[in-house]
């Protein structure tokens, strides 16, 4: 099964306003970067590889999740995970070379190594870098980033 895992921005009051979650997907209403199969707890790895947090610290990252959760947890099926500022503003500060090595990291971890489609490190690199491109506009609108995933 396929996971359609969007990531966006927009203002808390734009998200409001719109109610995109009863509406269809964020890419009809926002600044969107289409993605497939990205899952909360791949996330969690990339804020936990390139905000070089403690690796102990995997299990704290995915606790939060439920507080960055948008809604309520019982959706039918779609969900929108908040990127923590710090890790909007880390993502938005990565030169090249940093998102080559991260990418690197992230594609290296089990779970891109079961996804279909281009090599992992491709495939997790190239996401990335779509994600700090982003991420540096949500920074010079001043927007949160969001991540909508859908099945």
Not at 5 to 19: C, G, K, P, R, V
Not at 35 to 51: C, F, H, R, S, Y
Not at 76 to 86: K, S
């Amino acid at each position: 099964m396929d996971l359609t895992s969007d990531a966006f921005i927009a203002t808390e009051i734009e998200l409001e306003e719109t109610q995109f979650m009863s509406q269809g997907n964020p890419g009809q209403f926002f600044p969107t970067m289409q993605g497939k199969n990205v899952d909360p707890l791949m996330l969690a790895q990339l804020e936990l590889i390139v905000t070089d947090v403690e690796k102990g610290s995997l299990h704290d990252i995915l606790a939060s999740l439920d507080e960055r959760m948008l809604g309520e947890a019982e959706s039918t099926e779609r969900w929108v995970y908040q990127f923590p500022t710090p890790l909007t503003t880390r993502l938005a500060a990565l030169q090249d070379a940093e998102i080559s090595r991260y990418g690197a990291q992230w594609g290296a971890t089990k779970e891109w190594q079961s996804k279909k489609g281009l090599p992992p490190t491709e495939a997790a690199t190239q996401f990335l870098q779509q994600l700090c491109q982003l991420a540096v506009r949500a920074h010079a609108e001043t927007k949160n980033m969001y991540m909508w995933i859908s099945l």
